[in-house]
């Protein structure tokens, strides 16, 4: 299968670097975290694909969801995975072998990729969207993947206000430390907060039957993973690869009191405030 594919040097610049970098390390290293924190996500995505369909999964990162769409598409199907990022590619890669998965993986930028035209019965992401620099050209690229009639299902943030937890660290650190501003509209996280944003730019990329609504998930994460998770990923885990001691340990003190709210004896709770979005290729390009 890798043959339908034409290898591309990631283009998409800033995006490219982070995810190469300090972000794709985070999520190698807290991959299993991650994937049981999102699990509730990879679920419902792969409940809605079928046996036998071919399935592209956009920004797979270190590939749990390609995986388990590969197992529910089976041999007759096809799973594939696209990510801009090495080290996280490899990882899918490495999980791929260790389960002898028929899933593959592909290190390239999804908004710019040359596959086989018309290729794909459905193309899914959990969280993988929100980071193109011209979003509407990136699902343009993608719709000439997507065979006539195939179904995109994407899952992606609500806002910053409607997600405390996620915005709890940098918040909190203020206090201690100088962070950069997030920027709303520019590609990351929350890019894809305004539904009817996220409506133009899948009008405008040709996709029809455009259906986006709230989708609002309890999330659990063993209490002795919160750390990790907090001083590793996101704008303060970025923060803190160039934050000396004892600084550090100060912030770190000062985060992890601003989250007890959410631990719960063992558990760290929280709801995920998402959209669930879906929309259908009818025509070909
Ligand atoms: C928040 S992570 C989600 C990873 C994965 N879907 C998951 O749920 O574990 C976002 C992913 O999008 C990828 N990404 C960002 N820009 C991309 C692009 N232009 N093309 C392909 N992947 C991209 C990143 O490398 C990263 O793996």
Same mark, same amino acid.
């Given at each position: ?41 990879e679920q419902l995505l792969v409940a809605a694909a079928h046996r036998g369909q071919r399935v ?51 290190c390239g930028d999804a908004q710019t990729q040359t596959f086989e035209p018309a290729h794909f ?11 193109? $620099?011209? %979003?509407?050209? /990136? !699902?343009?690229? &993608?719709?000439?993947? +997507? =065979? ?10 609500? $806002?910053? %206000?409607?997600? /405390? !937890?996620?915005? &709890?660290?940098?918040? +909190? =650190? ?112």
């Amino acid at each position: 299968m890798q043959t339908l594919i034409t290898a591309k040097t990631p283009a998409d610049g800033a995006q490219a670097q982070l995810w190469n970098g300090p972000a794709g390390r985070a999520w190698v290293d807290t991959q299993p975290v991650l994937d049981a924190l999102f699990q509730p996500f990879e679920q419902l995505l792969v409940a809605a694909a079928h046996r036998g369909q071919r399935v592209l999964d956009i920004g797979c990162g270190t590939g749990s969801t390609t995986l388990a769409l590969a197992r529910k598409v089976g041999p007759q199907g096809h799973s594939l995975g696209i990510d801009i990022s090495e080290p996280m590619i490899a990882t899918a890669r490495q999980r791929a072998v260790l389960e002898r998965s028929a899933a593959h993986f592909l290190c390239g930028d999804a908004q710019t990729q040359t596959f086989e035209p018309a290729h794909f019965d459905r193309l899914v992401s959990r969280f993988g969207v929100m980071f193109f $620099s011209d %979003a509407a050209q /990136a !699902f343009t690229n &993608l719709r000439r993947v +997507a =065979a006539s009639d195939a179904v995109l299902h994407c899952i992606a943030w609500r $806002s910053a %206000a409607e997600n /405390a !937890f996620m915005t &709890l660290a940098e918040r +909190a =650190a203020a206090s201690v430390l100088t962070l950069p501003a997030r920027q709303p509209d520019a590609p990351g996280q929350f890019a894809w907060a305004d539904a009817q944003k996220v409506h133009g730019i899948l009008t405008e990329s040709g996709w029809a039957g455009i259906d986006i609504q709230p989708l609002d998930v309890a999330c659990t994460l063993p209490e002795p993973a919160l750390l990790p998770y907090l001083t590793r990923l996101g704008p303060l885990g970025l923060a803190l690869q160039h934050t000396a001691e004892p600084m550090r340990e100060q912030v770190i003190n000062t985060v992890r009191a601003a989250f007890e709210p959410y631990v719960q004896g063992e558990q760290v709770r929280f709801t995920a405030a998402c959209w669930t979005i879906t929309a259908r290729n009818s025509r070909c390009i």
